[in-house]
Every structure is written in C-alpha cells, then in structure tokens.
C-alpha cells in the first residue's frame, strides 16, 4: 500500500518540532493557550461494562476512556536547554507554517511521563461508598490510539511513547486532529476489590487541567456502569461487553468515531482506486472425526486476495454504546484517501480466541452438490482482515512490506472505537476452517462429488474492480465409511495443493490450530 496521507507529513513536523526546541525560534506569550487553541474531551465507547474475574481475584478496570483533541491538533513540548535547567512545559498552537508556543507551569510535567495528574478515576459501590480514588498522569498520544473522524491524517503523526532516561532534553506529546487516545495509555491497575455486583466508574479531566486548557465541563466527565461477575468460566476474560445508552453525569457514549465530510461519498470511484478481490480454491482439505457425536467434519483453509491496484482499506466507526460498528471503504490516490463508501457492518466477538473486531462482508464458504446446488454453509461469516499470504508481488500497486498492518493491531479490542483493516495489493487473507459449524459436516452424506466454494464479497457491498472472479469452486470426492472417511482432491489447473497426488484419507494435510482459537495462515509466498 502506498504512504498513506500523513505519514510523510508527521514525519515533517516531528523534525520540525525538535529543531524548534533546540533553537527555541518560537513566540512565547505570557498567557496560557485557554480559549486559544486546540483543547481535548473524554469520550468512551460504551456506558455500561461487565468485568469479569475468577473467584479470589480482583476486576481490572478496564473501561475504554479515550481523550480526543477538539478544534486541531492538541500538542505539548517539554524541553530544557541544558541539564543545569529545569524542564518548561508549552502547548504548542500551529496555524499554517506559524507555530506558537504557550507557557505552562512546571506541575504539569511529570519526569518525562506526560502530563501529572491529568485523569481522575473514582468508583462508586451501589450504596455510593467510594471503593476507588486515583489520579493518573496522561501521556497525549500513546496507548491505543483511535480515529474520531476523517478529517485528520489517517495515520497518527506524534510519538507514541512518553519517558526518556536522566539524558532527555526535549519531548513531544500530541493527538492529532481527529484522533483520540487512551486515557490510561497502554493500561492501567486499577482494580475493584469489592463484591460482586454494580459500581459506578466517574473519570474526569483535573479542574486545574479544564482552566489551564480551557476544556469545557460537558466534554471533561463521562462515567460508566460497571458489573463486576465471579466467574468459573472464561466466557469473555476478563472483560464482556455491556449496552446501553448515556450513563449519569457527564459525556458518555454519546460522541464517539464518526467519518466527516472531509472525504467525499463515492458510488462510482474511477477503476484506478478500486481494489480487485479474487477468490482461490479451497486447500488445505482433510477429514476431521469427532469421537464425541461419532460425526464427521471437512476441514480446509481458503484464500480471498487483492488484485489492486489499489488497498482494500475498511475502517470501522463505532456506534454510540454499541458492540456494533459501521463499516466504510476508503479509495486511496497518491496515498491519501480521495472517497469512502458504506461496506457493512464491524461486530464485536468477545468469545474467547477472538477478542476483537469483525468485518461481516469480506467472504463466505459453501458446499455444494455435484450439480452445484449449495448443500451448507459455513458459519464462518466474520473476518479480520490483514496480510497473510503474498500472492502476486509484481502487479501494480503491489505492497511489499505490508507488516506494519499486522495482526495484533488491525481488529482493534474491546474498547476500541474505531478501527482499521487492510488487505494491500498483491496479498491474500488466508482462514483455516477446523470448527465444527465453520467447517462442513459430511456425516450424513453419501459418497460422490462435490464442490467448496470460496466467495469474496458475497453481499456486493464492498466497490472493487470486478465481480468476475468472485467464485471459486474446488472439487472434491468423498469416499468411506463413518469414522473413517476419506477425501479426494483433484489437482487445480496441475497444482497438487495436497501434495499426495490428489487422494486425502482420514489426516489430509495436517494445519495444527488449536480448538476455539481463530487461527490465520502463517505462509508467505
């Protein structure tokens, strides 16, 4: 994929604002920057929260507050001259090429890690006895990071990380224009201790950061429902998730990710934006018996690729207190998103394995009769996207180091609001079947014929090149008895992807996944 819009221009400011500490070639005003520049709010995605925790222990807190800039891009500098100097603090406001620096006071840098004492966390029992009081610094701009619309880059700019060693000089801090971080960064301790039953989570921005930065009082509180569960199950560990509308007091759910105007709506982009997805036959097919239920299940792995030229590019913006998010396909130009349009639905799967978010519309899988009518089909329907198997490095467009997308990023988790999944040019999304209700149940079939067809797009939502080449079927011939099944594969086009001749007994090809795990292929090439 190619540099997406922001990349090279964050880098650009990055640079610039580290020559601008050292030589200092700034404004400087005496007044702090309240009511005259960019400032922040608490948002969460949803209101109310299950937390569940095994017995003995206590419930982590976690409830997905994220803090988002409001009016551009919120950006802090601390910095000193020399190591005899103590550390000044500035919000920096950029108008154009002019940037303007306003003084803070020195409490509000805390060795490096951020901003002291910024987030304030209390938690309620049900009778209102304070189980929790904690202040937390904040460090703009780390943790997970989300997109709360489309009219910022839509790749975040700023450092990532606070902190530094004894030998730190100068730090930048900053949530760009449209994008929102945690706000207790990459966690936090916090814990409930208490029994089970309902508290009430309150977190605030500190009355002495709202005047310093002139946050309003309806955008500085959201509070959160919160049911803490023993359990002796592992259904949703150790976290589930709640619904519901605004909570009490303050800003909850009601002002989270939503795309902008700033990227127009598209029914007809030009064919040199759209991506091409093309379905490959099934692989990977063997036998599974399951001794419980004396039944028989058809195993295999199926590969959807992009063709290009360009991304497949599906961001997810959250509803208001929903494990439900609204899916849209972004086209890219010269590596900056020129259109979107509506491609579906992003769910929650807070089973265990999962954890994370799904795009609903990217394929489907199916049985079919020898006279290809559909016997059954798979009850994989959701997927996360990303780049597991290269399959044409020469095409235009082709991403050849796509790794940075990777998969522990891509589907977000529980508290995202937002959330981005990438198939670039030249890749394929690869999932292994070996569930019962994903994979086929054959018990009851006669011996024969039959087909596996892999379908991208099933539902014609996603905009691409061509429909064409949507459909793939894989023939198959299934021959044994109950329990001891065996599967033929005939070659494709000469390609023996059994690699023994075309004749599968009982094993197949052995793809190790362990049981209530979603498992992605790990071959490339």
Same mark, same amino acid.
């Given at each position: 994929?190619?540099?997406?819009?922001?990349?090279?221009?964050?880098?650009?400011?990055?640079?610039?604002?580290?020559?601008?500490?050292?030589?200092?070639? =700034?404004?400087?005003? &005496?007044?702090?920057?309240?009511?005259?520049?960019?400032?922040?709010?608490?948002?969460?995605?949803?209101?109310?929260?299950?937390?569940?925790?095994?017995?003995?222990?206590?419930?982590?807190?976690?409830?997905?507050?994220?803090?988002?800039?409001?009016?551009?891009?919120?950006?802090?500098?601390?910095?000193?001259?020399?190591?005899?100097?103590?550390?000044?603090?500035?919000?920096?406001?950029?108008?154009?090429? /002019?940037?303007?620096?306003?003084?803070?006071?020195?409490?509000?840098?805390?060795?490096?890690?951020?901003?002291?004492?910024?987030?304030?966390?209390? =938690?309620?029992?049900?009778? %209102?006895?304070?189980?929790?009081?904690?202040?937390?610094?904040?460090?703009?701009?780390?943790?997970?990071?989300?997109?709360?619309?489309?009219?910022?880059?839509?790749?975040?700019?700023?450092?990532?990380?606070?902190? %530094?060693?004894?030998?730190?000089?100068?730090?930048?801090?900053?949530?760009?224009?449209?994008?929102?971080?945690?706000?207790?960064?990459?966690?936090?301790?916090?814990?409930?201790?208490?029994?089970?039953?309902?508290?009430?989570?309150?977190?605030?921005?500190?009355?002495?950061?709202?005047?310093?930065?002139?946050?309003?009082?309806?955008?500085?509180?959201?509070?959160?429902?919160?049911?803490?569960?023993?359990?002796?199950?592992?259904?949703?560990?150790?976290?589930?998730?709640?619904?519901?509308?605004?909570?009490?007091?303050?800003?909850?759910?009601?002002?989270?990710?939503?795309?902008?105007?700033?990227?127009?709506?598209?029914?007809?982009?030009?064919?040199?934006?759209?991506?091409?997805?093309?379905?490959?036959?099934?692989? %990977?097919? /063997?036998?599974?018996?399951?001794?419980?239920?004396?039944?028989?299940?058809?195993?295999?792995?199926?590969?959807?690729?992009?063709?290009?030229?360009?991304?497949?590019? =599906?961001?997810?913006?959250?509803?208001?207190?929903?494990?439900?998010?609204?899916?849209?396909?972004?086209?890219?130009?010269?590596?900056?998103?020129? %259109?979107?349009?509506?491609?579906?639905?992003?769910?929650?799967?807070?089973?265990?394995?999962?954890?994370?978010?799904?795009?609903?519309?990217?394929?489907?899988?199916?049985?079919?009769?020898?006279?290809?009518?559909?016997?059954?089909? /798979?009850?994989?329907?959701?997927?996360?996207?990303?780049?597991?198997?290269?399959?044409?490095?020469?095409?235009?467009?082709?991403?050849?180091?796509?790794?940075?997308?990777?998969?522990?990023?891509?589907?977000?988790?529980?508290?995202?609001?937002?959330?981005?999944?990438?198939?670039?040019?030249?890749?394929?999304?690869?999932?292994?079947?070996?569930?019962?209700?994903?994979?086929?149940?054959?018990?009851?079939?006669?011996?024969?014929?039959?087909?596996?067809? &892999?379908?991208?797009?099933?539902?014609?939502?996603?905009?691409?090149?061509?429909?064409?080449?949507?459909?793939?079927?894989?023939?198959?011939?299934?021959?044994?008895?109950?329990?001891?099944?065996?599967?033929? &594969?005939?070659?494709?086009?000469?390609?023996?992807?059994?690699?023994?001749?075309?004749?599968?007994?009982?094993?197949?090809?052995?793809?190790?996944?362990?049981?209530?795990?979603?498992?992605? /292929?790990?071959?490339?090439?």
């Amino acid at each position: 994929m190619s540099a997406p819009r922001g990349r090279h221009s964050g880098a650009v400011a990055f640079a610039l604002s580290v020559a601008l500490l050292v030589t200092g070639f =700034v404004s400087a005003p &005496v007044a702090h920057a309240a009511g005259n520049g960019p400032s922040v709010r608490l948002i969460a995605g949803t209101d109310k929260v299950t937390l569940k925790r095994p017995p003995g222990r206590r419930a982590y807190l976690d409830i997905g507050a994220y803090v988002a800039s409001i009016g551009g891009a919120f950006e802090i500098w601390a910095s000193r001259p020399d190591y005899d100097t103590p550390v000044s603090v500035w919000q920096v406001v950029r108008s154009g090429s /002019s940037i303007t620096k306003y003084p803070l006071p020195s409490w509000v840098e805390n060795d490096w890690m951020g901003l002291s004492r910024f987030i304030h966390i209390v =938690v309620t029992d049900a009778g %209102g006895v304070t189980v929790l009081d904690r202040y937390h610094s904040f460090c703009p701009g780390s943790g997970e990071l989300a997109r709360v619309s489309d009219d910022g880059p839509d790749v975040a700019t700023y450092p990532q990380f606070c902190g %530094g060693n004894p030998f730190t000089l100068g730090s930048v801090w900053g949530i760009d224009s449209g994008w929102a971080s945690s706000a207790f960064g990459y966690g936090t301790n916090d814990t409930i201790k208490g029994p089970d039953g309902h508290y009430t989570a309150t977190v605030s921005i500190n009355p002495e950061y709202q005047s310093l930065l002139g946050i309003q009082p309806a955008d500085a509180t959201i509070s959160v429902d919160v049911r803490v569960k023993t359990t002796k199950g592992n259904t949703c560990l150790p976290f589930c998730e709640g619904t519901g509308r605004s909570g009490r007091g303050g800003r909850a759910a009601a002002a989270v990710a939503t795309p902008s105007s700033s990227v127009p709506i598209m029914t007809d982009p030009d064919p040199s934006i759209r991506p091409d997805l093309i379905a490959l036959p099934a692989w %990977g097919i /063997s036998i599974n018996h399951q001794r419980r239920g004396n039944r028989d299940f058809l195993d295999f792995g199926a590969t959807v690729w992009n063709r290009g030229p360009s991304p497949l590019v =599906v961001e997810g913006f959250r509803r208001p207190g929903e494990p439900v998010m609204d899916g849209w396909e972004y086209f890219y130009s010269g590596g900056e998103p020129v %259109g979107r349009a509506l491609a579906g639905d992003l769910m929650y799967d807070a089973r265990p394995g999962h954890q994370h978010w799904h795009f609903e519309q990217f394929a489907r899988y199916s049985l079919l009769a020898g006279d290809e009518t559909q016997i059954v089909r /798979s009850e994989k329907t959701a997927f996360c996207l990303a780049p597991t198997d290269a399959i044409d490095m020469t095409v235009p467009g082709a991403d050849w180091s796509p790794y940075s997308i990777g998969l522990s990023t891509a589907c977000g988790s529980r508290a995202s609001i937002w959330t981005r999944e990438v198939l670039p040019t030249g890749w394929g999304d690869t999932y292994f079947q070996g569930l019962p209700g994903q994979s086929f149940d054959i018990t009851d079939l006669p011996n024969g014929t039959y087909f596996i067809a &892999v379908q991208a797009n099933p539902d014609g939502l996603l905009i691409e090149g061509s429909t064409a080449n949507n459909t793939e079927l894989r023939e198959i011939r299934l021959r044994g008895t109950r329990g001891n099944r065996r599967v033929i &594969v005939p070659p494709w086009h000469g390609i023996d992807t059994e690699g023994n001749g075309g004749n599968s007994g009982g094993g197949g090809v052995s793809v190790p996944r362990p049981q209530h795990v979603e498992m992605r /292929s790990l071959v490339v090439g």
